[in-house]
């Protein structure tokens, strides 16, 4: 099994930044794909970012240009980097975990991310 714990998160302002960090444990396979996804209120799950252990990243369009994805590998931590936040940000951000061999995808209990003035 894989446990996903979440940290960071919160209330900003629009404009503003914020940082959220996904530590990993477990059974965890050293070739998988690290990122997050969100959900904002009456709105389907999108990806946020992702990023392989060989550090292939891919992110959504929204937030292309504002959001960078980062990892440490020895540290099985994937982190976030939310820069000139909008309030159509503000969503549950949920650390997902892909491990690749076996096709078996984990997440985290979320985290909410709030942009309002």
């Known amino acids: 099994q894989v446990q996903l714990v979440e940290s960071g998160g919160g209330l900003v302002q629009p404009g503003g930044s914020l940082g959220v960090s996904c530590r990993a444990s477990?059974?965890?396979?050293?070739?998988?794909?690290m990122g997050w996804f969100r959900r904002a209120p009456g709105k389907q799950r999108e990806l946020v970012a992702s990023i392989t252990s060989s550090g292939y990243t891919e992110y959504g369009d929204s937030v292309k240009g504002r959001f960078t994805i980062s990892r440490d590998n020895a540290k099985n931590t994937v982190y976030l980097q939310m820069n000139r936040l909008k309030p159509e940000d503000t969503a549950v951000y949920y650390c997902t975990l892909y491990i690749i061999i076996t096709e078996l995808r984990s997440w985290g209990q979320g985290t909410q991310v709030t942009v309002s003035s």
């Open positions: 477990g059974s965890i396979f050293s070739i998988n794909a």
